[in-house]
């Protein structure tokens, strides 16, 4: 069952105009954005239940995660990563980001929750953060 283009412009029309007639100077971590929240709903239960999220391939990628072909010319930009994981598991992580840098080099850093905690403490520290890279990733064996 395929969405009518037409409904989903009207309605991303009207939530970006919600959005703005919000829109806030509050002093938030994130600043003004607010999260949008999708949800999919199957039509049949699957015959197999995991605890592990279903990958849902998302036709127009916000960003490139391999490098385009000399004729094949994108707008998009790589992602700067930030990695959040164990400290224990940091210096593993490293190396196999070494080991694969074609696969996982559009990672920068990997930060230890530790670290996280006793470097990033600070209100100003976080926002640094926060602008320093595009995305953030969670171990999670890290998430509450």
Known sequence: VGLDPALVQKATEALLKYHEKTNSDSKSLLGNDQPIHVQITLLRTPEKTSPKPIRVMIPHPLFQLKKQSSDGESNLE???????V?????????????????HMGCIKKVLGLQSLRTKHAR?????ALLHKYNLFLADDRVLP
């Open 86 to 102: 164990k400290e224990e598991s940091k210096p593993w992580c490293q190396e196999m980001i070494a080991r694969f840098p074609e």
């Open 123 to 127: 209100y100003e520290q976080q926002r």
């Open 78 to 84: 790589e992602p700067e990563v930030c990695l959040i």
